[in-house]
Each structure stands twice: as C-alpha cells, then as structure tokens.
T-cell receptor, first 112, second 113 residues
C-alpha cells in the first residue's frame, strides 16, 4: 500500500465550477501537508501548505486537513481554464526529516 | 524569488553513456534533492543532500550517484544510462528545517535510446 494515495483523474470540470482534489494517507505521523501545482512540461510549484489539522485559505484556494480520517483536500472556487494542471499532494513528518512523500498527482482540466 | 535552474530541458542519450544533470539554486539553501517523475508513480526521491559534500540515498538510488561540491550546485550522475532511466528529472531545494517549502526547477526530460 502506498503511503499517500491520490486519484490520477483526469478530472474535467466546466469553468466556474468548484473543484475538490483529495489525498488519503496511511501514516498518522505526517504533520506537514502541501499542495503543488504542475503545468505541463514544467516543474511543480508550491500552492499551499498546512501544519497539522485545519483549514487554510488563499484566494480561490482552500486546503483542508482531517487528521482523524487521514484525508486532505484542496478546493478551488470559480475554477478557470488557467487552473488546468496536475495537482500533487505531499506530506512530511518528524521521521522523514526534510523529505516529502508525494501522491501520484491528479490531472485537472477546466473547460471554457 | 527563489530560482532553481537545471542545465538542460531535454536530453537524448544512448544506452551505456554517462549522463550529468546539473542543478543550481540561488537562495543559499542547505538542502537539495533529485527526483524522477513517471506517469502514475508521482515523484520519487533519488538522492538528497543537506550540506556541501554530504549526500543521502533516497528511495530509488540504484544506477545513480550525486555530487555536491558547492552549496548552490547539486549534480545527478547516471553512470551508465539505461532505457529504464528515461524519465523527467526534477531538482528541488529548501532551507534547512523548512520541509514545507521545496522549490523545484523546470525539470529535464531524459530519453535514453
């Protein structure tokens, strides 16, 4: 079993829709939760990170962590065609040092 | 703005060749990482370094080596390229202790024929 599971998609939505992207994990020691966005043929860029549980909002993006369920989500409001990309979740914790454990990524397509 | 650059965007090499991939960061970060990215497998850590001349194996180090002679530069070496090393290679860096903010380079697409 992978430590971090993420549905690869593709997820196709119309412009303006609310998008929900999710990851589940197995190691309860994870404390840092990150979301990266990767455009085609580019390197990943950090979108948001949260420490431990709770929500974090940044513009149209909201990251949510539910440690009791070992489940994290990224919500995108008013999705735009420019949001079309692969979204990667990543996690870490004390036993991992500075290393991250990545999900496989979800391909998102926002159609105009 | 943090900048991580990689020496090549695309490379085509032949089986058995020695391949060097270079990564440079301009933010004086202590930690540097090499990943490979394959469809359906996500990012897998090959090697990382937390200081000059220091290196640690990641999850898939076989067939690779690394060099960090200067703080800003981290090189990945494929000693004898094989077709199963065809992949996207990504370099990243972060400040010491700041696991949550890894900055990535644009990637190198390597094709081994």
């Amino acid at each position: 079993q992978k430590e971090v599971e993420q549905d690869p998609g593709p997820l196709s939505v119309p412009e303006g829709a609310i998008v929900s992207l999710n990851c589940t994990y197995s190691n309860s020691a994870f404390q840092y939760f990150m979301w990266y966005r990767q455009y085609s043929r580019k390197g990943p860029e950090l979108l948001m990170y949260t420490y431990s549980s709770g929500n974090k909002e940044d513009g149209r993006f909201t990251a949510q962590v539910d440690k009791s369920s070992k489940y994290i989500s990224l919500f995108i409001r008013d999705s735009q065609p420019s949001d079309s990309a692969t979204y990667l979740c990543a996690m870490s914790g004390p036993e991992y040092g500075n290393k991250l454990v990545f999900g496989a990524g979800t391909i998102l397509r926002v159609k105009s | 703005d943090v900048k991580v650059t990689q020496s090549s965007r695309y490379l085509v090499k032949r089986t058995g060749e020695k391949v060097f991939l270079e990564c440079v960061q301009d933010m004086d970060h202590e930690n540097m990482f090499w990943y490979r990215q394959d469809p359906g497998l996500g990012l897998r850590l090959i090697y990382f370094s937390y200081d000059v001349k220091m290196k640690e194996k990641g999850d898939i180090p076989e067939g690779y080596s690394v060099s960090r002679e200067k703080k800003e530069r981290f090189s990945l070496i494929l000693e004898s390229a094989s077709t199963n090393q065809t992949s996207m290679y990504l370099c990243a860096s972060t400040e010491g202790g700041r696991v949550e903010t890894q900055y990535f380079g644009p990637g190198t697409r390597l094709l081994v024929l």
